[in-house]
């Protein structure tokens, strides 16, 4: 659904800009210092980049899903590191809070994610609970007006940055699966937390991922979020059905920036005295990816308006998460072989976006989970 088409336009037009004139010029120095330069994150700021889907009672711009995926579709051609600063803000580091928290936690925590003052990250994944999110560990006890938690979550994104963590913890230890799993927003300043050192990644310099370990870590019972105890493992799956659309459109926007550089390339690459762009074999290979993406961009652009028309979309947006990730690799592994030797070399992009990308068929539910998730609503349908 799109509120105000001029007003959209406006915004695309910005974060296009943004991401042309700011962004891809700070590719390099972002991967020497795996770091985003401080001056694009206040530029980041004042663009309200970090409430894009925040409400707007809580200051944020609350894009719908379709106006998010058009956004995404633009921030995606630049290094993925600059999305991965603000997306946790946007989406699963805040969404917990929007669809299921109190009034009171909303505003206490929504207004300062929006304007980027504080980051939100989520913690779902532990050491022994990958895929497997419902055998989590980590518990929660009940002691007076607070909950004390103890356990280890890994590959947590933003986890150096963040001021606010969404943490599953089993409150009911009798309960083995989802059921006795409960939602928290757990303070960085929380005596008993710490962050471990960042993860040494196969790409993505300037986007952080590191352990959050808590030792009897007291967190007030006002930070359950909903108040309500068992129900945190529906609250992490409704993030992850948005996350994952989100994701699909950032797999589009990445997969468009390295073709659109390929096909640059191939036009000016010259080889047995022609550009490279005239032989049928390049063209084949341009060809696919344009293809593809276009169908990547049709299926998000529906999942997502049927997600703002209030639909069910857990199975289309596993639809979307498989295909848009694994469509985004095989365009960026077409781009490395048009580029050839130049493609498997640190001057050009290609390499980087290569190793960059891999993360898309893994994080937020691999490829396997997002066919499971899509074969069990299959199953469950048909039955009735
Ligand atoms: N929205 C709301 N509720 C949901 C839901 C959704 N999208 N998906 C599942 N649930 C509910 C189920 O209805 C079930 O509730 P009831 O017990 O009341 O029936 C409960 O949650 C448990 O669901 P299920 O039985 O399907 O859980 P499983 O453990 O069998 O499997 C998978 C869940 C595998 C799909 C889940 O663990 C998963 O998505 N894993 C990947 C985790 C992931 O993406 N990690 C990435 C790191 S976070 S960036």
Redesign the pocket.
């Known amino acids: 659904m799109i509120r105000d088409q001029e007003t959209l336009n406006l915004l695309l037009d910005t974060v296009s800009r943004f991401v042309r004139e700011r962004l891809i010029p700070a590719e390099e120095t972002v991967i020497e210092n795996d770091e985003i330069p401080a001056d694009i994150v206040s530029e980041m700021r004042e663009l309200g980049l970090f409430g894009l889907c925040v409400p707007e009672q809580y200051g944020g711009l609350g894009l719908t899903m379709e106006e998010e995926v058009l956004i995404a579709f633009e921030l995606a051609k630049t290094s993925p590191a600059f999305r991965s600063l603000i997306g946790t803000n946007n989406g699963?580091g805040s969404q917990g809070l929007i669809v299921d928290g109190t009034e009171e936690q909303k505003n206490r925590y929504l207004p300062r994610l929006a304007s980027g003052e504080l980051i939100a990250s989520?913690a779902?994944?532990e050491p022994e609970a990958?895929?497997?999110?419902?055998a989590l560990r980590a518990s929660a006890v009940r002691d007076g007006d607070h909950y004390i938690l103890n356990g280890t979550k890994r590959f947590i994104t933003n986890a150096p940055e963040a001021g606010i963590y969404t943490v599953m913890a089993r409150t009911d230890p009798e309960v083995k699966?989802?059921?006795g799993i409960s939602a928290f927003i757990v303070e960085k300043d929380t005596p008993g937390l710490s962050v471990g050192k960042c993860d040494k990644k196969m790409g993505q310099k300037g986007a952080h991922t590191a352990d959050v370990i808590l030792e009897n870590c007291r967190v007030p019972a006002a930070n359950l979020i909903g108040g309500k105890e068992g129900v945190g493992?529906?609250t992490a799956?409704?993030v992850?059905?948005k996350g994952r659309l989100h994701i699909s459109a950032i797999c589009t926007g990445a997969a468009e920036r390295a073709l659109s550089d390929a096909l640059n390339y191939a036009i000016e690459r010259k080889q047995f005295g022609k550009p490279i762009a005239e032989f049928q074999l390049i063209q084949a290979m341009l060809s696919d990816s344009r293809a593809e993406i276009y169908a990547a961009r049709s299926m998000i652009v529906d999942a997502a308006r049927r997600r703002d028309n209030k639909e069910n979309v857990?199975t289309e947006a596993s639809c979307c998460k498989l295909f848009a990730s694994e469509m985004c690799c095989r365009v960026v592994d077409r781009a490395v072989q048009i580029f050839g030797g130049a493609g498997y070399v640190a001057d050009y992009p290609a390499e980087r976006f290569y190793r960059d990308v891999r993360l898309f068929r893994i994080?937020?539910?691999t490829t396997q989970?997002q066919q499971?998730?899509i074969a069990?609503n299959m199953i469950r349908e048909a039955q009735g």
């Open positions: 699963i989520f779902l994944t990958g895929s497997d999110a419902a699966g989802a059921g493992f529906k799956m409704k992850l059905d857990s994080f937020e539910g989970i499971i998730v069990r």
